[in-house]
């Protein structure tokens, strides 16, 4: 696919110079890669992009853990061949929160005291995080914790 066949005139827009050909019909560069491309058909090998998803690591809550009160939720994602562009942490059907990374670093982290944990009903909850690298390669990864009443007790000591 190209955009033009050739440069339109003396134009100095950027859009008026993507042509395979110079305003003279002289070729560019990419007049013979597409030549090439036309002839021959693609002759490149393997993958054309690094398509490995995102690595997520839920640093808290721990699976299955029960709380009561606010509930601290940490994330960690990486993605050490394209960078991280976004986490996001789906907390139940209605809320979310987003971290956005404008640098992409191989290695993002983010984490919220998500106080109205305090006043969603009883029982098990579903933690979902999705997380995406600079390509757009996508990652979910999901937790249940169950909210229990009151203060939690830890198990006496025999």
């Known amino acids: 696919m190209w955009f033009e066949l050739f440069n339109n005139g003396t134009s100095t827009t950027p859009l008026d110079n993507f042509g395979l050909l110079n305003s003279d019909y002289s070729p560019k560069p990419a007049f013979a890669a597409f030549q090439q491309e036309s002839l021959h058909g693609d002759q490149l090998k393997g993958p054309c992009g ?3 998803a995102p690595v997520i690591k839920i640093l808290r809550p721990t699976p299955g853990q029960s709380y009561s009160g606010a509930l601290t939720i940490a994330v960690a994602a990486s993605s050490p061949a394209n960078g991280v562009r976004e986490i996001t942490i789906q907390l139940s059907r209605h809320s979310r929160v987003h971290f956005v990374s404008k640098r992409f670093p191989t290695t993002f982290r983010g984490s919220i005291s998500w ?5 969603i009903k009883l029982g098990p909850h579903t933690i979902k995080v ?6 757009g390669n996508v990652s979910k990864l999901a937790i249940r914790v169950v909210h229990m009443q009151g203060p939690l007790r830890q198990p006496l000591a025999q």
């Open 130 to 135: 999705i997380v995406t690298d600079k390509l």
């Open 115 to 119: 106080q109205a944990a305090k006043s």
């Open 50 to 52: 690094n398509f490995a």
